[in-house]
């Protein structure tokens, strides 16, 4: 299901994901950490991670079989309205209507409705509007009739009015306000945090750690780092945040680059430096694992993509940091 995610880039991932995990079998019985990595780029690593997990129950508790039943599918890991009524009418016919962001588009043009849609009061009107509409005859066929509508006709900016099926029954069109709707509360501006990231040298090797599986980016490998605190230089928080999270003493020897990325709450912008690793054996604080690897090893392990946007620059250019 595609919630937030474009249907162009989930092509890229999908022959692949389906190649190395073709069914749920082989997807329960699958490695955290290869899952993490067919993964990789796409974001939304929770989804990866609930996605193994619902195989996992799949197998171990129902034999295998994929719930038929609305309230048990529901129960699964990660399975939330939307997707519980996405899979249920497509898959077995069951009554649910689905709303996601095109169906909201065309259900405010076609009833004039004034909730901002990014205000999560506007869900149940939605959904209300959904279920009256829904063919019960073909579920499956209608929520995916409408999904596409909202994708390919009922657009955000220039609909195709004069093609579209419910044109006769569309009140924004009939009142010439189809670029009025839908209504979007502004939404606040996200917050931005100043980071640093280590490159941290030792022999031919850079060193690595593991989120925890919870949480942002749960389970993803990166090069540790931290927030800066204020009236700390950015290389002071690499040391201090390094010591902290590893317990290394290291040394920023050069700076690489600056990155800047966005996720769904918050912005960072992060420095990111070249360190000679001086002395100390890992502690790790927040971190579950750890690795010394050489940079050809990188592309073994799944990295946030925040990572992705330096890591091109270590492995052009392999110099030799550990004098
Ligand atoms: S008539 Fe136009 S605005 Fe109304 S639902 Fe169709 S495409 Fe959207």
Same mark, same amino acid.
């Given at each position: 299901?595609?919630?937030?995610?474009?249907?162009?880039?989930?092509?890229?991932?999908?022959?692949?994901?389906?190649?190395?995990?073709?069914?749920?079998?082989?997807?329960?019985?699958?490695?955290?950490?290869?899952?993490?990595? #067919? +993964?990789?780029?796409?974001?939304?690593?929770?989804?990866?991670?609930?996605?193994?997990?619902?195989?996992?129950?799949?197998?171990?508790?129902? %034999?295998?079989?994929?719930?038929?039943?609305?309230?048990?599918?529901?129960?699964?890991?990660?399975?939330?309205?939307?997707?519980?009524?996405?899979?249920?009418?497509?898959?077995?016919?069951?009554?649910?209507?689905?709303?996601?962001?095109?169906?909201?588009?065309?259900?405010?043009?076609?009833?004039?409705?004034?909730?901002?849609?990014?205000?999560?009061?506007?869900?149940?009107?939605?959904? %209300?509007?959904?279920?009256?509409?829904?063919?019960?005859?073909?579920?499956?066929?209608?929520?995916?009739?409408?999904?596409?509508?909202?994708?390919?006709?009922?657009?955000?900016? /220039?609909?195709?009015?004069?093609?579209?099926?419910?044109?006769?029954?569309?009140?924004?069109?009939?009142?010439?306000?189809? /670029?009025?709707?839908?209504?979007?509360?502004?939404?606040?501006?996200?917050?931005?945090?100043?980071?640093?990231?280590?490159?941290?040298?030792?022999?031919?090797?850079?060193?690595?750690?593991?989120?925890?599986?919870?949480?942002?980016?749960?389970?993803? +490998?990166?090069?540790?780092?931290?927030?800066?605190?204020?009236?700390?230089?950015?290389?002071?928080?690499?040391?201090?945040?390094?010591?902290?999270? #590893?317990?290394?003493?290291?040394?920023?020897?050069?700076?690489? #680059?600056?990155?800047?990325?966005?996720?769904?709450?918050?912005?960072?912008?992060?420095?990111?430096?070249?360190?000679?690793?001086? /002395?100390?054996?890992?502690?790790?604080?927040?971190?579950?694992?750890?690795? +010394?690897? #050489?940079?050809?090893?990188?592309?073994?392990?799944?990295?946030?993509?925040?990572?992705?946007?330096?890591?091109?620059?270590?492995?052009?250019?392999? %110099?030799?940091?550990?004098?």
């Amino acid at each position: 299901m595609l919630q937030q995610t474009q249907v162009t880039k989930v092509l890229e991932y999908y022959q692949k994901f389906v190649d190395r995990f073709p069914d749920v079998v082989s997807l329960a019985g699958a490695e955290l950490q290869d899952l993490l990595k #067919t +993964w990789e780029g796409l974001g939304y690593y929770a989804r990866a991670r609930n996605l193994h997990k619902a195989a996992q129950v799949v197998v171990r508790d129902l %034999e295998g079989h994929i719930p038929v039943d609305y309230a048990a599918f529901r129960k699964l890991p990660g399975v939330g309205e939307y997707i519980a009524a996405a899979v249920q009418s497509i898959a077995f016919n069951a009554p649910y209507a689905v709303v996601d962001g095109n169906v909201k588009r065309v259900l405010a043009r076609l009833f004039l409705v004034k909730t901002p849609i990014n205000r999560s009061a506007s869900t149940r009107i939605f959904q %209300e509007k959904a279920n009256q509409l829904l063919d019960h005859s073909v579920p499956g066929i209608f929520n995916q009739a409408l999904m596409e509508l909202g994708a390919t006709v009922c657009r955000p900016k /220039s609909p195709t009015c004069v093609v579209c099926p419910v044109n006769a029954y569309c009140q924004a069109l009939q009142m010439a306000r189809q /670029s009025e709707f839908p209504v979007r509360q502004k939404p606040k501006p996200l917050p931005e945090y100043h980071v640093v990231a280590a490159v941290i040298h030792r022999d031919d090797q850079v060193f690595i750690t593991q989120r925890k599986p919870e949480g942002l980016l749960g389970g993803l +490998w990166e090069f540790p780092g931290g927030k800066i605190q204020v009236k700390e230089t950015a290389e002071q928080a690499c040391v201090r945040a390094i010591r902290e999270e #590893t317990n290394l003493l290291v040394e920023p020897i050069e700076y690489l #680059t600056r990155v800047k990325h966005a996720y769904t709450h918050f912005k960072i912008v992060m420095d990111v430096f070249h360190c000679h690793y001086q /002395s100390g054996e890992v502690v790790l604080n927040e971190a579950i694992d750890y690795r +010394w690897i #050489t940079v050809n090893q990188i592309n073994q392990f799944p990295f946030p993509r925040s990572n992705h946007k330096f890591i091109p620059l270590l492995t052009q250019g392999k %110099e030799d940091y550990n004098e």
